[in-house]
């Protein structure tokens, strides 16, 4: 495998709602000198924000518009709003939404009235002058200091000198998984899906498969997920190196899900605790 300076860190992989010490989905892949924030669910924002208050990120990519994967937006647009109002920040961060993400983070935004806030005209930091103007032209703050970009699951990407390739999967709404693969890393993030053989084929031979193991534990139920089995085969089909299961509905009983997964897959397997760091 080639060196590179990439890596990806686990900030939460509980599935479905957090739990004591374990965040909801969110990953941060440190990719050609930039770090993008693949989802940000419940606890996210907590994870990510440094004692500084800086949310340090450059693009966050939603791959599905679900609670679990979204509802951290808030508060990192409130930390990222601090930046600009004390800290002269004018540069927004660039979020990639699935189809009808756009609307839906206008009206997310309008449940707590972020078009009506209003800051003096004068005096403040640029930053702080520039939220003004925004809001003095009918703009909602938190939809000025994200800059975001509506993609069909099966476009595309394009995030500085990253192509983000995606696939639609198989979950209800409009949802992407993504490969990212440059510079001698290569790894691939499910989102939340059933079992698809084409997101196998999607990520043939990928160093990394980052996979929805949902169904895990006693008192899994069936419906829009994988099982940790499910997930095996999938990265079976992929040829992958490494499979880390995430997603997990029982994130405490790692052990169970990595040994169900086992019987289908000969690979390194993984389960994605927080706070766990991959080299890519
Ligand atoms: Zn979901």
Redesign the pocket.
Known sequence: MAVTNGSLTVLGSSGGFPIAGFACSGYLARIAGQSLLLDCGPGIAGALIGADAKAGIDGIVIS?L?P??VLDLIPLGYALMTEWLTEGRTQPVPLFVPSGGLEFLQRFSDLFGHRNWRFAEEGGSAGYRALGAALARGHDWLLTVFDAHEYGPGEDIAFGTTTIATLPVD?RVP?AAMRIALEGMDFVYSA?TRFLPALGHFAAGTDLFLVDAHFSGPKAPGG?HMTPADAGRLAAIADAKRLVLCHLGAPQDGASARQAAAAHFAGEIHVAFDTREYRL
């Open positions: 599905h679900h679990d994967h979950h949802t939340d829009l």
